[in-house]
């Protein structure tokens, strides 16, 4: 029996063949039902004017194109998901494409995908034809896959990383100052309460860590991966720091740069272009790294720690805030989604494994807290605002990175609510002589 001529019960499926085809084969609404079981939780449209699913779903998903099935049969999973949704040969009807959490939710929640019994899918892309097989080209948002990454250096290489971040992050200054709003901060807030303006939790933040690295007037401050210079210009500005910023992102330090001498803070703060294995060789009061450790590669922990205790001075604090796994037993690597579209090379451990390495290279970790919902409240933050800017974003960078962003900060929002991903700060100490590490008995910024 051709999979056009089973019956398609209740779930709407029209068996129309593609415009022009010549021959009567499988509809889009009949690849769908191969691959999925149970009740279909959205509508389903297809370019050859196939549908299955309920008409009053309030989402729909169109496939518009018959490359779009390609990508979705050629990457199964959310690869083929992303180039098609970039490409615009998907669409989702029903959300914002600034904002598609709703569908990202429902999608988690309530579609169940299934692999075709070996005949149905012979059978099926038989008749489809086996040219459905061979993958189009991905989108230009893409980045090449890890193994051809090697051509501009090993994993993690200071060239190779220095890629990875420009591929994320020199995307447009202008864009990053719709979507973060005015503090420039792309990492997580702090919020002391959920109705709290992304503002104020971008200032509790980085006053949590000035608490947690006790900054007081005249003190040295180093923050590795500093972005925009966030941390930099607001413990410069509201603690009388002397701060040193370092990022591998050109546009970032140039636009942190002008952002200093616009707020007057030039002589107390600063943000150079550098590895953070370039930051100055000195002993600093305090070391911040915040969004950073996400970058550097799990095998270079040991490195990476090492040189910034080598940048403490005996007593000085740490800070480090990144994203975490919530197994430590979880693969580092990300998906294939995050590693072709966001961030090349990222890698994710979990918190024990964070912990011990802070502890092997000789500093005493004090004080760990988990921020995972308060990251949740940000990225709805982060789209809301791409959702208010959308034209002037599209304008800025096109359609297909717009549509990334969204996809990815609605995607990570769902994981840190459902805790996949979390977020810790650790703090810990340099020891001077005799174990004396300067940390009082009780944590100082809660008093």
Not at 255 to 269: K, P
Request: charged share 20%; net charge neutral; with cysteine.
């Amino acid at each position: 029996m051709s999979l056009t001529d089973r019956d398609q019960g209740t779930a709407g499926a029209a068996a129309t063949p593609p415009p022009g085809s010549g021959r009567r084969g499988p509809t889009v609404a009949d690849v769908v039902r191969a691959v999925t079981a149970g009740p279909l939780p959205v509508r389903v449209t297809g370019y050859d004017g196939s549908a299955i699913g309920p008409t009053d779903s309030g989402i729909t998903l169109s496939i518009r194109t018959e490359r779009g099935l390609s990508y979705l049969l050629t990457a199964p999973g959310d690869l083929g998901m992303a180039r098609a949704y970039v490409s615009g040969d998907l669409a989702l009807e029903g959300v914002h494409p600034g904002d598609p959490y709703e569908a990202l939710r429902v999608f988690k929640d309530e579609l169940r995908l299934r692999p075709p019994a070996l005949a149905e899918g012979l059978a099926l892309v038989r008749e489809l034809g086996w040219e459905r097989l061979l993958p189009p080209p991905p989108p230009p948002q893409e980045a090449v896959p890890r193994w051809k990454r090697v051509m501009s250096g090993l994993r993690h290489s200071r060239l190779r990383d220095s890629s990875a971040i420009s591929h994320h992050y020199d995307v447009s200054n202008a864009f990053y100052e719709k979507v973060l709003g005015p503090s420039m901060t792309y990492t997580c807030a702090v919020y002391r309460s959920p109705d709290d303006t992304l503002e104020q939790a971008q200032a509790s933040k980085y006053d949590l860590v000035a608490g947690k690295l006790a900054l007081r007037p005249g003190m040295r401050l180093l923050d590795v991966g500093c972005g925009w210079g966030g941390m930099v210009r607001h413990a410069a500005r509201e603690y009388g720091v002397k701060a040193l910023g370092v990022t591998l992102s050109r546009a970032q330090a140039q636009w942190a740069q002008a952002a200093i001498e616009r707020e007057g803070l030039t002589g107390l703060a600063e943000v150079r272009h550098l590895d953070y294995r370039d930051a100055p060789p000195e002993q600093f009061d305090a070391v911040s790294s915040i969004g950073l450790t996400e970058h550097i590669g799990v095998r270079n922990y040991p490195v990476y720690f090492g040189a910034l205790a080598d940048r403490l001075r005996p007593e000085g604090r740490l800070l480090n805030h990144c994203i975490t796994r919530a197994d430590n037993r979880a693969p580092h690597r990300s998906g294939a989604f995050i590693d072709r579209y966001v961030f090349p090379d990222g890698e994710l451990a979990g918190p024990g494994r964070l912990i011990s390495e802070i502890h092997d290279v000789g500093l005493e970790v004090h004080h760990e807290e988990n921020l995972r919902q308060h990251y949740a409240l940000t990225l709805a933050a982060w789209c809301r605002n791409l959702v208010e800017h959308w034209d002037f974003c599209v304008g800025e960078v096109g359609t297909g990175t717009a549509r990334v962003w969204g996809l990815y900060m609605a995607g990570s929002r769902l994981a840190f609510e459902r805790n996949g991903i979390q977020l810790h700060q650790v703090v810990a100490t340099r020891n001077g002589p005799d174990g004396v590490n300067g940390y009082p008995l009780r944590p100082d910024w809660l008093a």
